[in-house]
């Protein structure tokens, strides 16, 4: 299958891209903001995507130029510090709306066949966090595609590295591979915790 993992350097990303790969077989392109994580996306077998999701023209000409079979959108924009959560709200909302709006016409522009969309298992903790969530699972609702709502991520590189989160929370390396086994389920939402 050929794939474009949009989110393909973050948290869940990381684990995403070799597991894909290497793991399954696929092919895989691994949209990132950053030019700086082009070798790390190549070492892993990714074709590298350099691209900003808001750049709805130049999104949808890179997701057309691959030609996938599935667009799996896992992007966020949140801080790296916990403690700055609150004040990234409206930045990871507009990700989960505008972001989803425009990776979502991509992929139809590029007759993907499948789109799978990260969120959030938890109770959102303001209004327009909420709204965000909602939204974009409504989009991804109304092509077909797959919800994935994961539990807080704990483990390396998340914001728990060495203890458990809330509930409901899931381990990092096993959300990715829950992700995998849902690529070919019928549109839905997975939830996908401990």
């Not at 392109?29 to 900003?52: E, K, Q």
């Not at 505008?98 to 139809?108: D, H, I, K, Y």
Request: charged fraction near 15%; glycine fraction near 8%.
């Amino acid at each position: 299958m050929r794939i474009f993992l949009a989110g393909s350097t973050g948290v869940i990303g990381r684990h995403l891209v070799p597991l894909l790969v290497a793991a399954a077989g696929h092919d895989v392109a691994g949209m990132t903001r950053s030019p700086a994580a082009v070798p790390l996306l190549s070492a892993a077998g990714a074709v590298p995507v350099v691209c900003d999701v808001f750049d709805a023209a130049a999104l949808t000409a890179a997701v057309a130029s691959f030609a996938p079979d599935v667009v799996m959108h896992q992007l966020t924009d949140l801080p790296d510090d916990a403690a700055a959560l609150a004040g990234g709200a409206a930045a990871n909302a507009r990700i989960r709306i505008e972001g989803t709006r425009n990776l979502v016409a991509a992929a139809q522009a590029a007759g993907a066949s499948r789109f799978l969309a990260q969120s959030i298992a938890w109770t959102p903790t303001s209004d327009v966090a909420d709204q965000a969530k909602l939204d974009l699972e409504r989009q991804v609702l109304e092509i077909g595609g797959v919800v994935l709502r994961y539990g807080q991520f704990y483990g390396p590189g998340t914001y728990y590295p060495d203890e458990l989160p809330p509930e409901p929370r899931v381990e990092v390396g096993r959300a990715a591979s829950l992700t995998v086994s849902h690529l070919t389920d019928p549109s839905g939402i997975v939830t996908a915790v401990d």
